[in-house]
């Protein structure tokens, strides 16, 4: 059953403290995405990879980081410098070839600052 | 500066009437629009979408209908059913890139 799955749900995070996000998909597909999601704001872009080993600043990247080392795979760190890190953060993916395909999502990480 | 807005916050709809949610965009690149549904805690669930070189596409209860000219997007819900709650996303992409970009979502209230 193809799909794509973040964990943890839920993550709580001390001051100070990098965490990291998992991201994980066996849908083949080439490009994967990280976005963020505050109360009665739409998605925001965070980064995008549309290859192995290649990554791109999306609209709000500072304080956060990412690798893409397999195709499968697109942990998203978010780290002390991110000022205001409480909030739902979801994975998507997509074939990445820019046929019209919609990116399909992961169920999501509750981040929370104790 | 918002390049996809969705004006209404919130609609409330009878079951089984029509349940209409719009969209307004600026950016004239945009060539493929989507709209997706979102319970609480869970991702977004992709409902439909439609290419600019279209101005209507159908599947099952949901059509969703595009205005070039007035760059306005509507995805019509008929009949509306309680499972349809949920808050609404529409979203765009710009011509030569796969990059997404979401309205404010729409929260649907159907009631009996």
């Known amino acids: 059953d193809g799909g794509i799955t973040q964990s943890p749900k839920y993550l709580f995070r001390k001051e100070g403290q990098n965490v990291t996000l998992s991201c994980e998909q066996n849908?083949?597909?080439?490009?994967m995405y990280w976005y963020r999601q505050d109360p009665g704001q739409g998605l925001r872009l965070i980064y995008y990879?549309?290859?192995?080993?290649?990554?791109q600043k999306g609209d709000i990247a500072e304080g956060y980081s990412v690798s893409r080392e397999k195709k499968e795979s697109f942990p998203l760190t978010v780290t002390s410098a991110q000022k205001n890190p409480t909030a739902f953060y979801l994975c998507?993916?997509?074939?990445?070839?820019?046929?019209?395909?919609?990116?399909?999502f992961g169920d999501g990480t509750r981040l929370s600052i104790l | 500066d918002q390049q996809v807005k969705q004006n209404s916050p919130s609609l409330s709809v009878q079951e089984g009437r029509i349940s209409i949610l719009n969209c307004d965009y600026t950016?004239?690149?945009?060539?493929?629009f989507l709209w997706y549904k979102k319970y609480p805690a869970e991702g977004p669930t992709f409902l439909i979408s439609?290419?600019?070189?279209?101005d209507k596409n159908e599947d099952g209860r949901f059509t969703v209908f595009l205005n070039k000219s007035a760059k306005h997007l509507s995805l019509h819900i008929v009949p509306s059913q309680p499972g349809d709650s949920a808050v609404y996303f529409c979203?765009?992409?710009?011509?030569?890139?796969?990059?997404?970009?979401f309205g404010t979502g729409t929260r649907l209230q159907v009631f009996p």
């Open positions: 979203a765009a992409r710009s011509v030569n890139t796969d990059k997404l970009i």
């Open positions: 990879s549309q290859i192995v080993n290649d990554f």
């Open positions: 849908l083949n597909h080439d490009a």
């Open positions: 950016n004239s690149m945009f060539d493929y």
């Open positions: 439609i290419s600019s070189i279209k």
């Open positions: 998507a993916s997509s074939p990445g070839d820019l046929r019209n395909q919609p990116q399909h």
